[in-house]
């Protein structure tokens, strides 16, 4: 079993920046790929990035590249999705979730844990 928690999120103004952060407990992080996904209200939760259990691979979504950044601390348990460039599309509540591999890293189906979500609203 693995726990997540997700924390980091709030109200920024458009062209702003967050870093959201996610934490694992239980079992050996460093086992399992690590993505973030995104769901806004009334839509499906997408893909937005995704990291491989050393960090050395990592993977986005064509709507965030060059504006998001994944990367991961396996000593701090810890996951990280800086974000940068923010625009009010990017409004949605942000998951985090833990793969013993990725094989399909766009298919929410492919991980087995997740967090609870964390609220990033970008408006002025």
């Known amino acids: 079993q693995v726990q997540l928690v997700e924390s980091g999120g709030g109200l920024v103004q458009p062209g702003g920046s967050l870093r959201l952060s996610c934490t694992a407990s239980g079992r050996t992080f460093s086992n399992y790929a690590m993505g973030w996904f995104r769901q806004a209200p009334g839509k499906e939760r997408e893909f937005a990035a995704a990291?491989?259990?050393?960090?050395?691979?990592?993977y986005y979504a064509t709507s965030v590249k060059s504006r998001f950044t994944i990367s991961r601390d396996n000593a701090k348990n810890t996951n990280y999705l800086q974000m940068n460039s923010l625009q009010p599309e990017d409004t949605a509540v942000y998951y985090c979730?833990?793969?013993?591999?990725?094989?399909?890293?766009?298919?929410?189906?492919?991980?087995?844990?997740w967090g609870q979500g964390t609220q990033v609203t970008v408006s002025s």
């Open positions: 979730g833990a793969a013993p591999t990725l094989r399909d890293y766009t298919d929410p189906l492919t991980y087995t844990y």
């Open positions: 990291i491989s259990g050393g960090g050395f691979s990592t």
